[in-house]
């Protein structure tokens, strides 16, 4: 093709995987973290890193040629770095473009890493760009991720499947006051005010009292066009991560310990009143009953590759599905590395595995 420079595939027999971070999210920060520790245990022996960084306000893609240190500091987004790229439309190509001065460049790519969170690239929207490419895509395809990012979609479908599920109510605007206090006395307080697909609990309010509920629903709208109102599950929260298709890995389970509030964003991330263990300091039997009801919703909600279930456990020893994170936090200290680790996968042989899975060993 006259003008267009296509770069050779595997470099020295590498495998090229394009990872991808940064977006237009609010857990922008959150993907620059996770990023830069997958980056940083991909075997370079194997893999030929493409860093692709999206920006936060214009969501151009970059090709990013800097060092790898400078995307958690958030130093990466600059002129002399970065090459502005996108997705080529030709599925004979497999790849990205860009602009050079002798024509347009190609380089193909064996797969990408989405390591995304959040809206624009955890819900479907950035899968589908690269599944129009038949670029293959290392995690959750277009359904599991759009699925998985909804929660009133994704807690209907757990139902059917016969996992118990919290009573809730969608909303959308414009909303009737009455009918909305009406439906939180229902439910009875305290109850969880949520945005239907966002996040890391951006959004997320514990509403005790009647004079909060309509506050925490337009802090809630901030994040998203839909709302819901979910009874709150009487327990603790319990994750397992799983990996796989036809066949499935389960890590061990975890546990998280709150001695105030709930699971939100700066918990998550400082765990300053929270403490999580792994493995959950429950029995075993019923550590592999929430295993086992992990890899049921992972399949139900058609998640492929990997993914993150969070469930509640109750006093009663009954499993309520939460929620399921197509595209969990990856750093080295998040929960489902950690899980893994105690599964007996470490962080570079999972990060390996998961690669595999798309472009073969």
């Known amino acids: 093709?006259?003008?267009?420079?296509?770069?050779?595939?595997?470099?020295k027999g590498k495998k090229r995987i394009a990872?991808?971070?940064?977006?237009c999210s609010t857990e922008y920060g959150v993907s620059l973290q996770s990023a830069h520790?997958?980056?940083e245990h991909m075997d370079p022996d194997r893999y030929e890193r493409v860093m692709i960084g999206i920006s936060p306000k214009t969501g151009q893609w970059y090709l990013y040629q800097g060092t790898i240190d400078d995307i958690p500091e958030d130093k990466w987004l600059s002129d002399s770095s970065c090459i502005p790229v996108w997705v080529s439309t030709d599925r004979t190509v497999h790849g990205i473009c860009y602009q050079g001065a002798d024509g347009i460049h190609v380089i193909p790519l064996d797969a990408a890493f989405p390591v995304l969170h959040g809206k624009n690239g955890e819900d479907g929207t950035v899968q589908g760009v690269l599944e129009l490419a038949d670029i293959p895509v290392i995690g959750c395809g277009v359904l599991g991720s759009a699925v998985g990012m909804d929660k009133e979609l994704s807690h209907r479908i757990a139902a059917a499947a016969g996992v118990p599920v919290a009573d809730t109510v969608q909303f959308t605007r414009p909303y009737?006051?009455?009918?909305?206090?009406?439906?939180?006395?229902?439910l009875g307080y305290p109850l969880f005010v949520k945005p239907v697909r966002a996040g890391s609990s951006f959004g997320i309010t514990r509403v005790c009292e009647a004079k909060d509920l309509i506050p925490a629903v337009e802090a809630a709208f901030e994040h998203d066009s839909e709302v819901v109102l979910e009874e709150e599950v009487r327990?603790?929260?319990?994750?397992?991560?799983?990996?796989?298709?036809e066949e499935l890995t389960v890590g061990e389970v975890d546990e998280i310990e709150l001695s105030e509030g709930f699971f939100n964003y700066e918990e998550k991330y400082t765990l300053k009143t929270s403490s999580i263990y792994v493995p959950a300091r429950i029995p075993h039997e019923k550590a592999e009953e929430i295993r086992h009801t992990?890899?049921?919703?992972?399949?139900?909600?058609k998640c492929r590759d990997f993914a993150r279930v969070d469930m509640?456990?109750?006093?009663?020893?009954?499993?309520y599905f939460n929620e399921v994170n197509t595209i969990p936090g990856f750093t080295a200290h998040s929960r489902y590395p950690g899980m893994m680790r105690e599964a007996g996968i470490e962080f570079g042989e999972l990060i390996e595995r998961l690669i595999e899975m798309e472009v073969g060993a």
């Open 37 to 39: 520790a997958v980056l």
């Open 294 to 301: 992990a890899a049921v919703i992972y399949r139900a909600l």
């Open 235 to 245: 327990g603790f929260e319990v994750g397992c991560a799983v990996m796989g298709n």
């Open 312 to 319: 509640f456990l109750t006093p009663e020893g009954k499993i």
């Open 1 to 11: 093709m006259e003008g267009i420079r296509i770069t050779e595939t595997g470099y």
């Open 176 to 186: 009737d006051e009455t009918e909305i206090q009406k439906c939180a006395r229902r």
């Open 19 to 23: 990872v991808l971070f940064g977006g």
